[in-house]
């Protein structure tokens, strides 16, 4: 992450209240609306993510959404340090919050305001007041104002209260003493402040050069400064690493820096590579990527009723006709009943009402027609349904018949668990493969036509 722009800190109350007001003023009559209609983020995600210093544009995020293996997207709303500032963000309104919201995307709103005193780069002179007097008093207001102007601008692009705001601490020299306490005292009061505006207090620093600070002062005055809630460790795994796809084995989330019962589980994410161009869907974007497990990570949701009693989740499916018996005939039996195919009492014998239901089905589906049900007939019918995109890091009821197919047309044997992770990625590969698609690993409309056309 990156900063820029200077702007005095004693004398930037009134003209930094005048600008949020100038700058929230033609995103007012949206802001409500757009903040009513958007689900608290990132909340409880388990994932892949990416920030870029300006705002992608919607075709290059719907780019990312289908092909990508990221989530989550980090944004700069505010900020007078931001290296891309509100004259370059001109893609960042309510409309484009909304849409990658609901496009199943997790938002990180990110904030690079005042940097530490000793924070060391000529060319970015705004800095947190460097006086001790009445317990850093002046480090304590600028936190307020930071943490006062984020949760305007948050509003105004309707980001729900109860989403997390993320401050951006470059790193300083954490053993200068004064330097040091006046960067916790103005983010104390920067999470304090943003809990009165009940949104979620996050912050991205440095393992070695700032987050190792402010776990001492967790443990050894544990009274004394208000933590935020969550954090966003910068520790770069070794250049060896970049060659692994995000979609392998995630990096750690423990660090050499940070003592392990802090903001674990479920309060940490990890930049593990800075600047680089990934390419997706045609699309290249220069970004850091990111590992997030925060709030309770990727639920699975509830199991979605099928037929009581009725097991439907199998590591792979059979190929069934008249005659056959077994715990599969009647999951295929429930199937037909949901579909209004089956009447009659659901048994473990394929009797010629399970034929005929079958055969409607596969007719219907532009399937043979022979009363047999097939890999293509189960595919067909375990993925039935709406169709999101979901990849790693999504969870629920998509996910589940996402794995079910998966199984009845290639015989993965994954664990029907309602989580997309890297098992069911690889499998969604293969599957892709194997009926000429590109291998994105991501279950993107194209995908679900597949499935839904019983193609095996």
Known sequence: MSLSVPRRALTRGVVLLTSVLTAVAGLTTLS?????????????????????????????????????????????????????????????????????????????????????????????????????????????????????????????????????????????????????????HFLSAWTRTLHKRDYVSGLYASAARGMNA????????????????????????????????????????????????????????????????????????????????????????????????VRIDFPTYRRLRLGHKGAQVKALQCLMQRKGLYEGKLTYRYTKRTQRAVRTYNRAQGLTTNGVATATTWTAALSSGGSPVVKIGSGGAAVRRVQRAVNAATGAGLVVDGIFGPATTRAVRGYQKQVGLRRTGVVAPDTWLRFQAGDV
């Open 32 to 184: 409500s609306p757009a903040e009513a209609a958007n689900r608290v983020t990132p909340r409880h995600f388990t994932g892949y993510g990416f920030d870029q210093c300006k705002t992608p544009t919607q075709a290059e995020m719907d780019a990312w959404l289908y092909s990508s293996p990221y989530f989550a997207v980090g944004v700069y709303i505010a900020g007078d340090n931001r290296a891309c500032g509100d004259a370059v963000q001109t893609e960042l309104t309510p409309e484009w919050i909304s849409t990658q919201l609901r496009n199943g995307w997790r938002v990180l709103p990110i904030t690079v305001g005042p940097q530490a005193p000793c924070y060391v780069n000529p060319k970015k002179k705004d800095r947190i007041a460097n006086d001790p007097a009445r317990d850093y008093a002046a480090a304590r207001a600028e936190g307020r104002l930071e943490a006062r102007d984020t949760g305007a601008r948050a509003r105004a692009l309707g980001i729900a209260e109860g989403s997390t705001l993320w401050y951006d601490i470059e790193a300083f020299d954490v053993d200068n003493e004064v330097c040091r306490e006046s960067t916790l």
């Open 214 to 309: 402010l776990d001492d002062a967790r443990v050894s005055r544990p009274r004394h400064y208000a933590m935020p809630d969550q954090i966003w460790v910068a520790e770069w795994v070794k250049e060896d690493d970049y060659r692994r796809p995000p979609t392998t084995n995630p990096p750690s989330l423990y660090s050499g820096y940070l003592r392990d019962d802090g903001w674990f589980p479920g309060g940490r994410m990890r930049q593990y590579r800075g600047g680089h161009d990934e390419t997706y869907g045609g699309v290249r974007i220069n970004i850091d990527t990111n590992y997030l497990d925060l709030g309770r990570g990727t639920r699975p949701g509830k199991v979605g009723r099928t037929c009581k009693g």
